[in-house]
């Protein structure tokens, strides 16, 4: 089976302080790793996903399959970023989305 | 672009009733779409995988007799919450597949009374 963890559910920091929000997942094959936002009163939208190794909105997320993990980064975080960061996993094919619980980040002033 | 409508975005009903939700892919054409339910406080949960012009695939312990989905075009999936009970209280989410990503709809948040 396949499963998505974010240890954290609430995450406080100061702005300009670096953010670091943890995804680990268990999947026997190759998965495809994402990170959805959450912003106040939005719809889920898409941060990133581990194949476009982009950086969006200053943030980034490497894929480490020897320690199955996808974790979030940004250098310094700013007041907009405080939002609901959710970590997902496609197992392949047409397959939904496995969530993990996420991660309520606060960016402090 | 890539965007999802869903409607409506809150109901509420009577025990017993029917619910049609609705979800829209509305600037492109989606085969595959998805619903899910989320529970106060916890994570999405994937209920059903809707193709078009074929039966839906359930999860495990989604039932799918109390859960109606049709995908009848490429732009539209429904979802019906048949014979309403207060435990189907919750919020509905849907998402379209494309190019490879789900793009989700608002929600819709179901009090069944």
């Known amino acids: 089976a396949q499963r998505v963890t974010q240890p954290e559910k609430l995450l406080s920091v100061f702005k300009g302080a670096p953010v670091e929000l943890k995804c680990n997942y268990s999947?026997?094959?190759?998965?495809?790793l994402f990170w959805y936002v959450q912003y106040s009163r939005q719809r889920l939208q898409l941060l990133l996903r581990?194949?476009s190794r982009e950086s969006i909105k200053g943030f980034t997320a490497d894929l480490n399959k020897g320690e199955t993990s996808f974790h979030l980064k940004k250098p310094f975080a700013q007041e907009e970023d405080s939002a609901m960061y959710y970590c997902a996993l496609n197992g392949g094919g047409a397959d939904g989305l496995t969530f993990g619980k996420g991660t309520h980040l606060i960016i402090q002033p | 672009g890539a965007v999802v409508s869903q409607h409506p975005s809150w109901v509420i009903c009577k025990s017993g009733t029917s619910v049609k939700i609705e979800c829209r892919s509305l600037?492109?054409?989606?085969?595959?779409m998805f619903w899910y339910r989320q529970f106060p406080k916890q994570s999405l949960m994937l209920m059903a995988t809707?193709?078009?012009?074929?039966?839906?695939?359930?999860e495990q312990g989604v039932e799918k007799d109390k859960f109606l989905i049709n995908h009848a075009s490429l732009t539209l999936s429904t979802l019906t919450v048949t014979s309403a009970h207060p435990e189907d209280s919750s919020f509905y989410i849907c998402s379209a597949r494309w190019a490879n990503i789900q793009y989700f709809g608002a929600g819709t948040r179901l009090s069944v009374l």
């Open positions: 999947y026997s094959g190759s998965p495809e």
């Open positions: 581990h194949i």
């Open positions: 600037d492109f054409q989606a085969t595959t």
């Open positions: 809707s193709n078009e012009g074929s039966k839906a695939t359930y």
